[in-house]
């Protein structure tokens, strides 16, 4: 199983990233996927997950900002993010879960920093 992310970078308040999360080893389209990330300082927390049948669901303060998606052919899941705030700071990370589960399949990470 290998979870590589990217799409990760500087952006100011206001502006929009799009991360990628190609897998391998594994069917996406058959696996609960997650979007998770880690701020300086803080724990790991959920940020949104896309459910086996396509269904996804977002913690409150994404919620309408970001989508996540997959693409079958591509064995690859996204996250696209606007209107992104400094709160939003923080390395995210493509899991192989419902949610945050620690030992959960994860990648390396992608960092993204809202700065103006």
């Known amino acids: 199983v290998q979870l590589v992310e990217s799409g990760g970078g500087l952006v100011q308040p206001g502006g929009s990233l799009r991360l990628s999360c190609a897998a391998s080893g594994f069917t996406v389209s058959n696996n609960d996927m997650s979007w998770v990330r880690q701020a300086p300082g803080k724990e790991l927390e959920w940020v949104a997950s896309?459910?086996?049948?396509?269904?996804?669901a977002y913690r409150e303060s994404v919620r309408g900002r970001f989508a996540v998606s997959r693409d079958n052919a591509a064995n690859s899941v996204y996250l696209q993010m606007n209107s992104l705030q400094p709160e939003d700071t923080a390395v995210y990370y493509c899991?192989?879960?419902?949610?945050?589960?620690?030992?959960?399949?994860r990648g390396q990470g992608t960092q993204v920093t809202v700065s103006s």
């Open positions: 896309i459910h086996s049948v396509g269904v996804p």
């Open positions: 899991s192989k879960s419902w949610g945050v589960r620690i030992g959960a399949p």
